[in-house]
């Protein structure tokens, strides 16, 4: 027997047709004679009914089939009488009469059942050949596959090449650690998997493939959470002869058509622009959700007028007094603002300050410690009305802005802002091109070393380097970073010039960037890009809570692959073929 066709795809209009149907056994009902078989393929449900008057053997192997039993079953398509009619299928109207029914495999019983609706994750992914049956697994991988086609029509419809970069390449320092692949043929020597194409690219441009994508596969040996897998997949696009302008205006597009194609949802452009500088003042982060507007306000200035310790201390040691008004927070009971000062606490800072809105003022067990009017200036720079609630927190200004922006996310789902199916894409510009790690004490590139400075302050990289703002790009959208990228160094001296404030000796710069020097020197033109996280782009799309649910075989949160077992141990013949031998990993 043959497939005529998937499952779901047949209608009312295909009565009397002959067709063969082949899918799992969803569930099989004996309804005191006829018994009925609903068929599920990855296109949906189809019912089968055998008779035992008209085909005996047929109804006599069908009471022997069970539950994802793998069948084929040929027969005559007809309507379902007027009270069997099941109008959530969109098979709901016919079954079919089965003449021939061929049992292709049995199943022993499953560890959960496919229609089940609430597993454990670790089960799922035990089982991923089972958790991938679900129709929901089905539906997202089906979305992917669809995604992928509009992101390559798309790039190729605007002139882009599409070109392959390769898995073994060299281990270059761009941020994360690296997954490193030992060589059998030069013992003692390791390839690295990409943590991006980056320098790839940037070669494809010295060569003149002026507009090159991929849906690149890249790995990074990082730490893990909801939105990470240490192999992803990203969008990545190069051009030459370009500015930054050109890169934001073809992104913008590439994601209106995909937008537009796969969900149906217009994405307005241009997209809105929002500096570094004023995405850190206002939601003290560099990817805000837009999707409500809860600002934070820094209040340091008029906190030094107060008579209040922990501000004045904070403020002594280079610290900040920041906040957040919270709409109709005087509704809150005195145990909800405990809780937000708990919450406050967990996200890193030493506490929270508060006060009411009531009758025009500011009250507060601490309010005594502020004249009247510095009191009145906080509540007209904070924007605060009758009813609501001010808070503050006093930090450096980097954990002020981290324990805010926590806090600012938290308030936005407990008082209900977040307008279900609205997207707030943004661009965030003006990136710092360095900041400095205390840590390694040197400077260390925000976003990798080889971004452009802006012209206006690349005179400063030597004398002054935290001032100096980076030709890069964050596409951000509700709160998540969904893709970036830069114009990149196309002149070898301004490359030089990056590679030694980063404190990179000339050796160790030869050893592991000589080729793209040798490439700026000859003859590179002016390039930038961008790369998308496509898994990241999926899970917002979807409306799913885990970068998991996109991706057919991920990594649970520990980095392993539960279902093929990975990572595992290699026995020693493997060993001694590529020269290694293991030893305890020191203690830290």
């Known amino acids: 027997m043959r497939r005529t066709a998937y499952a779901a795809t047949f209608r009312r209009s295909d009565l009397g047709r002959s067709i063969c149907a082949c899918g799992w056994v969803e569930s099989v009902r004996d309804h005191g004679g006829l018994i009925f078989i609903d068929l599920r393929d990855r296109s949906g449900i189809l019912q089968l009914v055998c008779d035992p008057s008209k085909q005996p053997e047929v109804h ?19 309507a379902r009488s007027p009270e069997t009619v099941n109008p959530n299928l969109p098979t709901g109207e016919i079954e079919v009469a089965v003449r021939t029914l061929e049992i292709l495999n049995k199943s022993l019983p499953l560890p959960f059942q496919i229609s089940h609706g609430e597993l454990n994750e670790e089960v799922r992914l035990k089982h991923r050949f089972l958790d991938l049956r679900r129709p929901a697994m089905q539906r997202n991988l089906a979305f992917r596959s669809r995604l992928n086609a509009i992101v390559r029509n798309f790039l190729l419809e605007n002139d882009f090449y ?59 040996d990082e730490d893990l959470r909801a939105d990470r897998q240490p192999e992803f997949t990203q969008i990545d696009i190069e051009m030459s002869f370009v500015d930054r302008g050109d890169v934001i205006d073809l992104t913008g597009r590439l994601l209106r058509d995909m937008f537009r194609k796969a969900l149906d949802v217009e994405v307005a452009l241009p997209i809105p622009t929002l500096s570094y500088d004023d995405a850190m003042a206002r939601y003290g982060s560099d990817k805000p959700d837009l999707r409500y507007d809860l600002p934070l306000t820094e209040i340091t200035d008029l906190a030094r007028e107060s008579k209040f310790g922990v501000f004045l201390r904070a403020i002594e040691s280079g610290g900040i007094v920041k906040g957040i008004r919270i709409p109709k927070g005087a509704t809150f009971s005195r145990k909800d603002l405990d809780d937000l000062v708990a919450e ?69 789902r407990r008082l209900n802002l977040i307008v279900p199916g609205k997207n707030a894409f ?13 840590g390694e004490k040197r400077h260390v590139a925000v976003h990798h070393p080889f971004t452009a400075a802006t012209a206006e302050t690349r005179a400063l990289l030597a004398s002054d380097p935290l001032k100096v703002k980076a ?13 970036g990228g830069s114009i990149r160094n196309h002149r070898v001296d301004w490359q030089e010039d990056l590679f030694r404030t980063l404190g990179l000796e000339k050796e160790e710069v030869d050893q592991k960037f000589g080729f793209l020097l040798q490439a700026l020197a000859l003859g590179a033109p002016p390039h930038g890009g961008i790369a998308l996280g496509q898994d990241r782009i999926l899970m917002l799309m979807l409306g799913a809570d885990s970068i998991r649910e996109a991706i057919a ?3 649970n949160q520990r980095g392993v692959d539960l279902c093929f077992d990975a990572p595992s141990g290699v026995d020693d013949r493997q060993l001694r073929d590529l020269g290694i031998q293991l030893r305890a990993k020191p203690k830290t």
């Open 162 to 220: 599409e070109i392959e970069t390769p898995f073994l390449t060299k281990s270059t320092p761009e941020g994360a650690r690296d997954f490193l692949v030992p060589s059998r043929l030069m013992p003692g020597q390791f390839y690295a998997l990409p943590q991006s194409p980056q320098l790839y690219k940037q070669i494809l441009m010295v060569a003149g493939f002026d507009r090159y994508f991929q849906v690149a596969r890249c790995f990074r």
């Open 553 to 555: 075989f991920p990594k």
């Open 60 to 78: 006599a192997l069908a009471s022997q089939v069970r539950d994802e039993w793998v069948v084929a079953a040929e027969g005559e398509i007809v």
């Open 471 to 483: 030709q890069a790009y964050d596409i951000v959208l509700n709160g998540s970073e969904i893709g």
């Open 344 to 412: 406050t606490q967990r996200y890193g800072a030493g506490g929270f300050a508060y006060f009411k809105v009531t009758g025009g003022a500011l009250a507060s067990n601490i309010a005594k410690y502020f004249p009247e009017g510095i009191l009145a200036k906080i509540r007209e720079r904070m924007g605060a009305e009758e009813g609501d609630v001010v808070g503050f927190v006093a930090e450096p200004p980097a954990a002020a802005n981290t324990v805010l922006s926590q806090l600012r996310a938290s308030l936005a």
């Open 426 to 438: 943004v661009w965030v510009l003006d990136f710092p091109l360095l900041e400095y790690d205390a």
